[in-house]
């Protein structure tokens, strides 16, 4: 699928500096989509920014935006000055590993802003001009977590099921309007932020630690096609057998317990 072609020629990647999001500005950038990349930290985004202008003489956009805050919608908006943006990648989010009552209440806000609120604002925004369009496409990022509950992950599992139920929504809605949406449900996925929290391998049977690069090549293959998805073979058998085969109580404390021992919590 020509992604210029069929939603227009730019795209918004928010959390792109790195890892999933930065494989989605690269893969947008080398199908000659101009870009508008958004993270808190403005010199991988750069970084980023420099080397796909280089590469695919496409322009691209940075606004650094902590997307926790209230008034992150509001800053982008007013960065864009009126630029059309065809094709929506929320792929931010922030997560905290570990008991609920050890992480603050203003933190779980914090998650929730970012993971839940900031997302819906932009694609009320975006999806709103799209539609109006009959035009363009949406890609919320979400995660396994979301499918049930997860202990030690219960605030990010929560604003994951959120998009999920958001986008599979807006596909009904939409499916009819020339605008597609699309929930990509990514597992493990060797990203620096996955990297970083040092996670030990479970066991055998463990679904395989994607790239991003493959996430971002079965989404957008999927784009357009259904409302939402899991990338990678491994995830949706596992995601199989604990949805549709075993007690979602069991489900759960298999959640639970794989995280208790990938993090040693």
């Not at 947008?28 to 870009?35: I, Y």
């Not at 609920?100 to 932009?122: G, R, W």
């Not at 030690?152 to 959120?162: I, N, R």
Request: proline fraction near 4%.
């Amino acid at each position: 699928m020509n992604l210029k072609q069929k939603y227009g020629n730019t795209a918004l990647v928010a959390g792109a500096s790195e890892g999933i999001g930065a494989a989605f500005a690269t893969c947008l950038a080398a199908e000659g989509m101009n870009l508008v990349i958004i993270a808190r930290h403005p010199q991988p985004l750069q970084q980023l920014a420099d080397f796909l202008k280089s590469k695919y003489d496409v322009n691209v956009l940075c606004i650094t935006c902590d997307l926790s805050g209230l008034n992150a919608c509001q800053q982008i908006e007013e960065a864009l000055n009126g630029c059309e943006i065809n094709l929506l990648i929320y792929n931010a989010a922030l997560s905290y590993i570990g008991p609920f009552i050890k992480n603050s209440a203003e933190n779980h806000s914090k998650a929730a802003q970012l993971n839940m609120v900031t997302p819906l604002k932009m694609v009320r925004l975006y999806g709103e001009k799209m539609v109006i369009r009959g035009k363009g496409a949406v890609v919320l990022m979400t995660s396994l977590a979301g499918f049930q509950g997860s202990g030690y992950l219960s605030v990010y599992a929560a604003t994951k099921a959120f998009n999920r139920i958001l986008a599979e929504s807006l596909w009904y809605e939409w499916k009819d309007s020339g605008v597609d949406i699309l929930a990509c449900c990514a597992g493990a996925t060797a990203t620096p932020g996955y990297k970083n929290t040092n996670p030990e391998k479970t066991g055998f049977f463990t679904p395989r630690v994607l790239e991003p690069e493959e996430v971002v090549h079965e989404c957008f293959k999927k784009l357009g096609k259904q409302p939402s998805y899991i990338t990678g073979r491994g995830n949706r058998i596992a995601s199989f057998i604990m949805q549709k085969i075993l007690p979602r109580k069991m489900a759960i404390n298999i959640m639970g317990d794989t995280t208790r021992k990938m993090y040693r919590l």
